[in-house]
């Protein structure tokens, strides 16, 4: 079992930054692919990025591409998404979540083994 604890969210103009946590239990962190997804208030929850369990391999989805950066430290149990250029469209809850198996592009929510209860994020204009 893992439980996963997201930090960081809140309030930012437009072309802010903000730096998103995620804090994992147990002691096999290191074994799980690491994600972000985001859901915005009345659509589907949609991939954001994902991490391989050592850092070396990582995707994005198209709207996170030059502005996100996904990282971890195995060390700390906690992974992080650095969000920079932020816009009025990333207006949203941002949840980590933990899988098995890494791609190099979007996984499906359903994929997921555990999720965390997610972090607002507003963007404002």
């Known amino acids: 079992q893992v439980q996963l604890v997201e930090s960081g969210g809140g309030l930012v103009q437009t072309g802010g930054s903000l730096r998103l946590s995620c804090a994992a239990s147990g002691r096999t962190f290191s074994s799980y692919v690491m994600n972000w997804f985001s859901q915005a208030p009345g659509k589907e929850r949609e991939f954001v990025a994902a991490?391989?369990?050592?850092?070396?391999?990582?995707a994005y989805g198209d709207s996170a591409k030059g502005r996100f950066t996904i990282s971890r430290d195995n060390a700390k149990n906690t992974v992080y998404l650095q969000m920079n250029s932020l816009k009025p469209e990333d207006t949203a809850v941002y949840y980590c979540?933990?899988?098995?198996?890494?791609?190099?592009?979007?996984?499906?929510?359903?994929?997921?083994?555990?999720w965390g209860k997610g972090t607002l994020v507003t963007v404002s204009s």
């Open positions: 979540a933990a899988n098995l198996i890494f791609a190099d592009g979007p996984i499906p929510s359903d994929r997921m083994l555990y």
């Open positions: 991490i391989n369990w050592n850092g070396a391999r990582t």
